[in-house]
């Protein structure tokens, strides 16, 4: 997948109106709270979360991502720190943010997933917590969206096997109607999981 070609026109592929689960789900971290985002791709939710008043980090690589997330940005009159990085290749900060989410990254297969997942659970503090939204292996009965490799899909214990010990807030396997863009529209299988590091 070149996603720097998908992100290339105009349009937001996913929307530029963050995913529900984030809308829902990372409304009350605190005045200022300090949030990390990966794959951000062209800042839907970034730029939501920074509305909020966080402070917020966003990873992605793409150029077209960045371009198109700052100019989201800049017409919410929000500001959000960008770092045009692979996480193929990123350092993991040691217990930084307040939050940390990873939504769609179904790009990566079980190795690279796994050490996403660990990275993400790093980032956070003591009694921070992680936020993950993705397609369940269910989804390969879909067509809204998402990779059509069942690897790359998710199950629910498969994403808590990298949490052992974190209290779990939601762990879910769901069905909903996605209206995200072209990217994302139609019935899919969702995993949604909240969980918070031990204090
Ligand atoms: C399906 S999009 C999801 C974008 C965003 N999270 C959202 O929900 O709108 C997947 C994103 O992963 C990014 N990505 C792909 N490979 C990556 C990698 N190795 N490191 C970091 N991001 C990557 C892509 O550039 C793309 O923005």
Redesign the pocket.
């Known amino acids: ?1 070149d ?2 070609e ?2 290339g026109d105009e349009s937001y ?3 530029e109106a963050p ?1 529900t689960f ?1 809308k829902t789900h990372m409304r009350h971290l605190g005045d200022a709270a300090r949030v990390l ?9 970034a730029v939501w979360l920074a509305a909020q008043g966080y402070r917020v980090t966003a ?4 150029e077209a ?1 960045r371009r198109k997330a700052l100019d989201l940005a800049a017409r919410h009159a929000v500001s959000i720190e960008w770092r045009a ?4 290749e ?1 350092a993991w900060p040691d217990e930084a943010f307040d939050a940390a ?8 297969g079980p190795e ?1 997933r796994a050490r ?1 997942l660990v990275g993400l659970g790093r980032s956070v503090r003591p009694g921070g917590q992680v936020f993950l ?1 993705g397609f369940s292996t269910r989804q390969m009965a879909n067509s809204s ?2 990779p059509r490799v069942e690897a790359q899909l998710w199950t629910v214990p498969m994403i808590l096997a990298s949490f052992p010990g974190w209290q779990v807030i939601r762990a879910e396997d769901h069905d909903a109607i996605l209206d ?1 863009g072209q ?2 529209a139609g019935l899919a299988a969702l995993i949604d999981v909240i969980v918070k590091k031990p204090a």
């Open positions: 997948m996603w720097n998908r992100f592929h996913y929307g995913a984030v985002t990966i794959a951000e791709g062209e800042g839907r939710n990873v992605e690589p793409t991502g990085e692979d996480l193929a990123f989410l990873g939504c769609f990254f179904q790009f990566a690279f996403i939204h969206g998402g995200e990217g994302h």
